[in-house]
Nanobody, 119 residues
């Protein structure tokens, strides 16, 4: 079973930057998307950014122009560069990978990494 491991979270002042990484423990076949989600206390988990197998990216309106999702060529690591951070970006950030093999969808999730932005 492939596992996803996030790193790079921490405490940063408003206006600062962080770079999150998510590494897969092995190769995932049939990747559709590699995603970053976040969940603030008492709120639902929301999609922050996504990159498709073709390299197309999509962002939540709240992070457009500030966050950038990317991945390595081997598609084993996905990154989230977060600039101009705001206190409202404080949340646990999760990476996820969706794949489809022979019509069967498989979802992989990391354990989450805390990002705290102080004002």
């Amino acid at each position: 079973q492939v596992q996803l491991l996030e790193s790079g979270g921490g405490l940063v002042q408003a206006g600062g930057s962080l770079r999150l990484s998510c590494a897969a423990s092995g190769r995932i076949v049939g990747i559709n998307t590699m995603d970053w989600y976040r969940q603030a206390p008492g709120k639902q988990r929301d999609l922050v950014a996504s990159i498709t197998n073709n390299g197309d990216t999509n962002y939540a309106d709240s992070v457009k122009g500030r966050f950038t999702i990317s991945r390595d060529n081997a598609k084993t690591t996905v990154y989230l560069q977060m600039n101009s951070l705001k206190p409202e970006d404080t949340a646990v950030y999760y990476c996820a990978v969706t794949s489809k093999i022979l019509g069967r969808r498989l979802d992989y999730w990391g354990q989450g990494t805390q990002v705290t932005v102080s004002s």
